[in-house]
């Protein structure tokens, strides 16, 4: 008998006693692998999560978890020709693969990345600025976001079964959490095969992530309210789990990202002769033909200028003659099978339904397949329909397959409106060269998507495409689209922490937050902080530096040297005449080089870069003859795990002879781990 599908749960791998549902190669029509979860202990699989994989997870910072993530996609790049082999199985051709696979890796790199140089070496990320409660600055208020105890359930569709379940993954394992990954049937075994390299690898702490194949009846109710459900797939589904009682009453937290009626719309001002129609139509049957249109954020609705419409249908048939059906692993074939006979069956109801709105102007015939059986494949030739004017269907009915209806419209309001009519969608895209119709269509259709894709003559060698989620980008959408948010970089990591607002002394938000706080403790001793390396230096260090005033003379010098002549340094009438400044003051950047030479150190020690100043605000104008000093403190100290040296941000408040600060900001940075 086919193999059947194993779980890792609770650390150790399941097979269920069930014969178990068989899993059909989409092209031959062959069991796979046959599926079923009978006898798992799901209250096991949660209990491990919280117990074993939660504590182990965040007990490392957030660059440590970054990097095992950055390890474990290195390992999984390393060993995908096996992948792509079972991944055409699915019906996918190379090009659809990479999308999977190699979008599924790259992902986790994009993580890995953004988790060091965006999030402290800690357990704690602070969320904006200090809150002054009080008068005299002894209460304060600070937002923090702290990882939950809790589990990430992934519920994920079959149509991406390598990179669904990555980009998921990752930003749950940043913030700390362990995941639990329920696959989609169809394409259950290409998922099982990555998990089964990751549990391989040793390289995620135990618990981390575990697999369900099979049915996941049950799972919600044993989850509670630190929990949370992301799930990818149809609003019927959605609409079930949403009904769920510990999702509605139990406070287990549920993200949908629902397949959605996208649509690309053409500008009325390009004209067959543009480049940009010639980038419309090839967007089209790209997103239509790509996993063979089974992707929630296909091109649903083209929606273009009705005097170019015919010339628009045209080219898209012309283009769509050219794709070529069959085996996907055969290198010629540009579009292979859908994932299953009864998606296939799914696919031409709509497109029946659709035909009480539309003509059929393309794929009304079987596809001529390329070394593949019509009967034992899915199989299904492109669709192109021309939907009637006003037509309704089109907005309601999506094929989730290789099938697209070209609408018309007359004014840029009506394309917005049309826009709309989708309900909500995961992608929009925009085809102009004409940026009054850019801002005019991407703000009047921005409150139905969640991405818009503006693409012109200039970004089109870059551009990634309609259809193309990016780790750095928020993936979602409201209304049908589902409501949900995921990627966005950092963004979707935060999504999956508590977001808590701490009111407290100053002293006691630096112990909490691992920060300096304006007005918590200083320590200044005989050694100066620049003579201290990382592991030497802590929290709340400062220099008191001496005093210097600042002359007429060093103005003129600083303005003559660096050719910055504005009235307000040069001219004392003019700068008489300035309500701000009444008379000649010093330029801001100049008070910042002298405030430097007064904190700095100059011998060769363990400060070995300054790369940065943020947050720099000039507080009060400095004038001829005013005497400054600094005070510079340790803000915060961050080691990079994979390197001898770490970062360090310093408070630096410039003040004047009464005492009135003229100048705040950060300063940057790099300090030698030791030094001696």
């Not at 399941?14 to 031959?28: M, S, V």
């Not at 579009?335 to 296939?344: D, F, H, N, T, V």
């Not at 009304?364 to 397949?369: G, H, I, S, T, V």
């Not at 970004?459 to 990627?487: F, K, N, Q």
Request: net charge negative.
């Amino acid at each position: 008998m086919t193999a059947l599908l194993e779980s890792y749960a609770a650390g150790s791998w399941f097979r269920a006693k069930a014969e178990g549902e068989p899993l059909l190669d989409a092209t031959t029509g062959e069991v796979v692998a046959r599926l079923s979860s009978d006898g798992l202990d799901l209250r096991a699989m949660v209990e491990h999560a919280r117990h074993v994989g939660g504590p182990a997870i965040r007990a490392l910072t957030f660059h440590q978890r970054a990097l095992l993530l950055k390890e474990l996609a290195r390992h999984l790049s390393a060993d995908k020709d096996f992948l792509y082999e079972l991944s055409f199985r699915t019906g996918a051709t190379r090009r659809d693969s990479t999308v999977d696979i190699d979008g599924g890796f790259g992902t986790m790199f994009s993580y890995a990345s953004k988790g060091v140089r965006e999030l402290p070496n800690d357990t704690v990320v602070l969320d904006g600025g200090l809150e002054r409660l009080g008068r005299e600055g002894t209460f304060l208020g600070q937002h923090l976001h702290t990882s939950r105890p809790g589990v990430a359930v992934q519920i994920n569709a079959f149509n991406f079964p390598v990179w669904g379940m990555l980009e998921k993954l990752a930003p749950a394992f940043l913030a700390g959490l362990p995941s639990i990954v329920k696959p989609a049937s169809q394409t259950a075994y290409l998922t099982e095969a990555v998990v089964r390299r990751i549990v391989e690898s040793g390289i995620l702490p135990e618990g981390s992530l575990q697999l369900l194949s099979g049915s996941p009846r049950g799972l919600l109710d044993e989850l509670n309210e630190q929990d949370s459900v992301a799930f990818t797939g149809s609003a019927h589904t959605a609409s079930i789990l949403r009904n769920h009682p510990n999702v509605q009453h139990g406070g287990v937290r549920l993200g949908v990202e629902a397949d959605s009626l996208n649509c690309s719309i053409l500008g009325p001002d390009v004209t067959v002769d543009h480049p940009e129609f010639d980038l419309f139509v090839k967007g089209v049957v790209t997103e239509m033909t790509v996993k063979a249109g089974q992707k929630c954020t296909a091109i649903r609705r083209a929606i273009v200028p009705e005097p170019i419409a015919d010339a628009v249908v045209d080219a898209i048939i012309a283009r769509l003659a050219e794709i070529t059906v069959g085996n996907p692993a055969d290198e010629s074939v540009r579009m292979g099978p859908l994932a299953s006979l009864g998606q296939r069956q799914d696919v031409r109801r709509a497109i029946e339904s659709l035909r009480n709105a539309a003509d059929v102007v393309f794929g009304d015939r079987p596809a001529d397949l390329i070394d593949a059986d019509a009967e034992r494949g899915a199989f299904l030739s492109p669709v192109l329909l021309r939907a009637w004017p006003g037509a309704a269907e089109p907005h309601d009915i999506e094929p989730f397959g290789p099938v697209s209806t070209v609408l018309t419209y007359r004014t840029a309001s009506e394309a917005i409106e049309l826009a709309a009519r989708g309900k909500g969608s995961l992608v929009g895209s925009l085809v102009t060269n004409d940026p009054g119709v850019a801002r005019r269509i991407v703000l009047g259709t921005a409150p139905w998507h969640g991405r818009i894709l503006v693409l012109n003559r200039d970004d089109a060698a870059e551009s990634t495409g309609h259809g193309s989620p990016l780790p750095m980008l928020v993936h979602g959408g409201p209304g049908r689209a589902g409501g949900g948010e995921e990627l966005g970089g950092i963004r979707s990591v935060l999504h999956h922490m508590q977001r808590t607002a701490v009111q407290a002394s100053p002293d006691m938000l630096t112990a909490i937050t691992g920060r300096w706080t304006t007005g918590s403790k200083r320590f200044v001793d005989e050694v100066h902080p620049f003579r201290k390396s990382l592991e030497g230096l802590r929290i709340g260090d400062t220099v008191v530096s001496a005093t210097r005033q600042v002359t007429l003379a060093d103005i003129d010098h600083f303005a003559e040297f660096t050719g910055d002549t504005f009235y307000a340094h040069t001219d004392p009438e003019a700068a008489a005449a300035n309500p701000l400044f009444g008379g000649i003051v010093a330029h801001g950047y100049l008070v910042v080089s002298l405030a430097a030479g007064l904190f700095v150190e100059p011998r060769p020690g363990p400060v070995l870069a300054n790369f940065g100043v943020d947050h720099l605000r000039f507080l009060t104008p400095v004038k001829a003859g005013d005497v400054i000093a600094v005070k510079l403190t340790v803000k915060e100290i961050t080691p990079r795990a994979n390197a001898d040296y770490g970062e360090v941000r310093w408070d630096a408040v410039v003040t004047n002879q009464d005492d009135a600060p003229v100048a705040t900001y950060d300063v940057l940075t790099l300090v030698a781990r030791t030094y001696s």
